[in-house]
């Protein structure tokens, strides 16, 4: 019977990479045709033609910067006074790129809008800006990050092995293996006013060590079941990474989360996160967080630094020199608290895209929690 044995498992590697390779078609289908709308957007139309049309802003002045986690920049650009903002079609936490000669210049950088204050407008750039003297442009951008984290997933899926923890994810998602479930046991509801449908679906995820699906029309208190299979995991000492296709999507589980007392961080662009969930995200528990002040202070000293280098000549480069160097310890020191915070979270919530931060990359969690699933 080996043989047999050992053509079964070759028949369910098969077609689980099968539906991988599909759906990596279509990943990249959908990702030649993002950077094919910029592309035509950004090479066929002139800079004023995007600016017309909303897509783009030109000649923005740097007004004020400050140092962010994991090396980023909170930008602040004056935008002429010829320039009605109402007309501007991107909004908190679209992608953007910023440049000063050429879109596709080296030194152009991308990063994400953050809010609009005034005649003015806060931009998260992935790095900081080496000339502020310089006017700048800013054209919206493709997602590559996205992009990015999908391939690699994929490819990780793609080469691992049948009998390891990720190949069997894979064998039983795309349905050539069986999931396992736990013998029924004792529970006790917290949430008192789950129907019997909605009590039978918290226990089915919480007997489930591979996978279970909560599935519902609209209406029918699939988030609200959630919340209670994350209340049942946490009194039972798991810790929960929960995910979602949308940060509306994240941030609606979030807020019925905090809620019900439970300790939660929330990963991902403060630009991209609802106001109602603000206090809970990685960037405003740092702010809270008394290890903090030291970073602030470091970086409060090297926009000043930066600040004095205007016009000052080759005297600028040392000032500049200065000014890295605290942003280098200014993140570092970020760093460190986001690391801390994350671990003592009993709740991680962030998109599907957002879970393959670096931030979690040594994280362990006892189970994962995808909400509107068939929509990722």
Same mark, same amino acid.
């Given at each position: 019977?080996?043989?047999?044995?050992?053509?079964?498992?070759?028949?369910?590697?098969?077609?689980?990479?099968?539906?991988?390779?599909?759906?990596?078609?279509?990943?990249?289908? =959908?990702?030649?045709?993002?950077?094919?709308?910029?592309?035509?957007?950004?090479?066929?139309?002139?800079?004023?033609?995007?600016?017309?049309?909303?897509?783009?802003?030109?000649?923005?002045?740097?007004?004020?910067?400050?140092?962010?986690?994991?090396?980023?920049?909170? %930008?602040?650009?004056?935008?002429?006074?010829?320039?009605?903002?109402?007309?501007?079609?991107?909004?908190?936490? /679209?992608?953007?790129?910023?440049?000063?000669?050429?879109?596709?210049?080296?030194?152009?950088?991308?990063?994400?809008?953050?809010?609009?204050?005034?005649?003015?407008?806060?931009?998260?750039?992935?790095?900081?800006?080496?000339?502020?003297?310089?006017?700048?442009?800013? *054209?919206? =951008? %493709?997602?590559?990050?996205?992009?990015?984290?999908?391939?690699?997933?994929?490819?990780?899926?793609? $080469?691992?092995?049948?009998?390891? /923890?990720?190949?069997?994810?894979?064998?039983?998602?795309?349905?050539?293996?069986?999931?396992?479930?736990?013998?029924?046991?004792?529970?006790?509801?917290?949430?008192?006013?789950? *129907?019997?449908?909605?009590?039978?679906?918290?226990?089915?995820?919480?007997?489930?060590?591979?996978?279970?699906?909560?599935?519902?029309?609209?209406?029918?208190?699939?988030?609200?079941?959630?919340? =209670?299979?994350?209340?049942?995991?946490? %009194?039972?000492? /798991?810790?929960?990474?929960?995910? $979602?296709?949308?940060?509306?999507?994240?941030?609606?589980?979030?807020?019925?989360?905090?809620?019900?007392?439970?300790?939660?961080?929330?990963?991902?662009?403060?630009?991209?996160? *609802?106001?109602?969930?603000? *206090?809970?995200?990685?960037?405003?528990?740092?702010? $809270?967080?008394?290890?903090?002040?030291?970073?602030?202070?470091?970086?409060?000293?090297?926009? $000043?630094?930066?600040?004095?280098?205007?016009?000052?000549?080759?005297?600028?480069?040392?000032?500049?020199?200065?000014?890295?160097?605290?942003?280098? /310890?200014?993140?570092?020191?970020?760093?460190?608290?986001?690391?801390?915070?994350?671990?003592?979270?009993?709740?991680?919530?962030?998109?599907?895209?957002?879970?393959?931060?670096?931030?979690?990359?040594?994280?362990?969690?006892?189970?994962?929690?995808?909400? =509107?699933?068939?929509?990722?």
């Amino acid at each position: 019977m080996r043989p047999a044995v050992a053509n079964c498992r070759h028949t369910i590697y098969t077609a689980s990479v099968n539906a991988l390779h599909t759906l990596a078609a279509a990943w990249q289908a =959908e990702r030649a045709a993002a950077r094919a709308q910029t592309h035509a957007l950004r090479h066929a139309t002139t800079l004023a033609a995007r600016c017309a049309q909303g897509y783009a802003l030109a000649q923005l002045e740097i007004d004020e910067e400050r140092s962010a986690p994991r090396g980023r920049v909170s %930008t602040r650009f004056l935008v002429p006074p010829r320039v009605d903002l109402d007309d501007l079609q991107l909004g908190p936490g /679209d992608p953007v790129l910023l440049w000063a000669q050429r879109p596709d210049e080296a030194s152009a950088i991308r990063g994400v809008l953050e809010r609009r204050e005034g005649q003015a407008l806060w931009v998260m750039l992935d790095r900081g800006i080496n000339d502020l003297d310089q006017r700048y442009n800013l *054209d919206a =951008e %493709t997602p590559e990050a996205a992009f990015d984290r999908g391939d690699a997933a994929l490819r990780q899926a793609l $080469a691992a092995a049948a009998t390891s /923890d990720i190949g069997r994810s894979r064998d039983i998602l795309v349905g050539s293996s069986a999931p396992h479930v736990a013998p029924p046991f004792t529970w006790r509801v917290v949430d008192s006013q789950l *129907d019997a449908a909605q009590q039978a679906a918290v226990e089915a995820a919480l007997r489930a060590s591979d996978v279970a699906l909560i599935h519902g029309p609209p209406g029918t208190g699939k988030t609200r079941t959630l919340v =209670e299979v994350v209340r049942q995991l946490i %009194t039972r000492g /798991d810790r929960v990474l929960c995910t $979602a296709p949308s940060n509306s999507a994240v941030d609606n589980l979030g807020e019925r989360l905090a809620v019900a007392g439970i300790r939660i961080v929330r990963l991902g662009h403060p630009a991209r996160v *609802d106001p109602e969930l603000r *206090d809970a995200t990685l960037d405003a528990q740092l702010d $809270a967080d008394g290890a903090s002040a030291l970073a602030r202070q470091w970086r409060d000293e090297a926009v $000043a630094l930066r600040k004095n280098a205007r016009g000052k000549g080759g005297a600028a480069r040392e000032l500049w020199a200065r000014a890295r160097s605290l942003d280098r /310890d200014a993140a570092a020191e970020l760093e460190r608290g986001a690391v801390r915070l994350v671990a003592r979270a009993q709740v991680v919530l962030t998109t599907c895209v957002g879970a393959a931060t670096a931030l979690l990359r040594d994280e362990t969690f006892n189970t994962v929690i995808v909400d =509107e699933a068939t929509q990722a």
